[in-house]
Structures are given as C-alpha cells and as structure tokens.
C-alpha cells in the first residue's frame, strides 16, 4: 500500500511563502503522476497543481499560476509545491494524490487518483 504525507503547513500573512512536501513511502515518481488539491471550509476540493509521471512537465490552476510551483525530487520520493504571494483565499486544507491513470484532460479529476494523503493545513491570514 502506497502512503502519501504531506508536510510544510502552517499560517502565514498575505504576501508570505510556504513550500508543501508530499513524501511517498517507496519509488513512485517514475509512474505516478502526483497532483496537488485543497480544500477551503465550505467549499469542493479543487486541483491546485499536478506534475505527470513521464517528463515532469507542470500544470497549474488558474488561479494560483504564476505564484505556485510544483518540482519533484525522484531520489527522496517527495514532491514539492512552492506557494508564493500567498492570499487569504489560499487558505485551505492541501492534499497530495498519486494515479497511474491521469491525463493532461484529467489532471483534476479526483477519481483519476488512486492514493491520497491526510492533508496540511495552510492558513494565510494577517
């Protein structure tokens, strides 16, 4: 059984940074595509962010584009996801997820996945 952890949570003020890891418990990378979802109070999860399995290639919400960065490290089995000029919008719990069947068309699609994390919790409030 694959595990997925995310850490690097926490509160942050407007306009602050928090860099996410997600840590896989063996060598994945190489076959799964990983995306990054959140979830505000009240609200549906939504993609944030997903990197495929084959060249690394990134993707990004529209709404976090420009500010946010996904990179991976296949020798630490860990993915990361850098979030700059945070808002308080940006607010939410954040998942990490795993899936051998995810697309460029699918990204999003959280039956796509097939293993996902507990979540950390990112507040950005001053």
């Known amino acids: 059984q694959l595990q997925l952890v995310e850490s690097g949570g926490g509160l942050v003020q407007p306009g602050g940074s928090l860099r996410l890891s997600c840590a896989a418990s063996?060598?994945?990378?190489?076959?799964?595509?990983i995306g990054w979802f959140r979830q505000a109070p009240g609200k549906e999860r939504e993609g944030v962010s997903y990197?495929?399995?084959?060249?690394?290639?990134?993707y990004y919400a529209d709404s976090v584009k420009g500010r946010f960065t996904i990179s991976r490290d296949n020798a630490k089995n860990t993915v990361y996801l850098q979030m700059n000029s945070l808002k308080p919008e940006d607010t939410a719990l954040y998942y990490c997820?795993?899936?051998?069947?995810?697309?460029?068309?699918?990204?999003?699609?959280?039956?796509?996945?097939?293993?996902w994390g507990q979540g950390t919790q990112v507040t950005v409030s001053s």
């Open positions: 997820a795993a899936g051998k069947r995810v697309t460029i068309a699918t990204m999003f699609r959280e039956s796509r996945y097939d293993y």
């Open positions: 063996r060598f994945i990378l190489d076959y799964y595509a």
């Open positions: 990197i495929t399995s084959s060249d690394g290639s990134t």
